[in-house]
């Protein structure tokens, strides 16, 4: 079974930086896909950044210019960068994983691996 593992949320203030961690139990290049999601009390969960196994990247409208997703083959670990924190980015951030890779990449129901989650905190 694939495993993902998400490390180093916490509470940070407005402008602040975080850089999230996921690891997985098998090589990162080896998806087809892999991105963050997160939700936060109450809403839905929503697409926040995607990077496919040749390593096209997105990201979300409302983080672009602030989060980078980037990866580590060798250590099978993804990254979710994120800069220039505001208010609005508190929620639980979730890697996602998926086999194969389409042109659907921000619907969290098409990805096949999930982890626990990170809680991301930002306070004013």
């Known amino acids: 079974q694939v495993q993902l593992v998400e490390s180093g949320g916490g509470l940070v203030q407005a402008g602040d930086s975080l850089r999230l961690s996921c690891v997985a139990s098998r090589r990162t290049d080896s998806f087809g896909g892999m991105g963050w999601f997160r939700q936060a009390p109450g809403k839905e969960r929503e697409f926040v950044a995607v990077?496919?196994?040749?390593?096209?990247?997105d990201h979300a409208v409302s983080v672009r210019g602030r989060f980078t997703i980037a990866r580590d083959n060798a250590k099978n670990t993804l990254y979710l960068q994120m800069n220039s924190l505001k208010p609005e980015d508190t929620a639980v951030y979730y890697c996602?994983?998926?086999?194969?890779?389409?042109?659907?990449?921000?619907?969290?129901?098409?990805?096949?691996?999930w982890g626990q989650g990170t809680q991301v905190t930002v306070s004013s």
């Open positions: 990077m496919s196994w040749s390593e096209t990247t």
């Open positions: 996602a994983a998926r086999q194969y890779w389409y042109n659907d990449y921000d619907r969290p129901d098409k990805y096949d691996y």
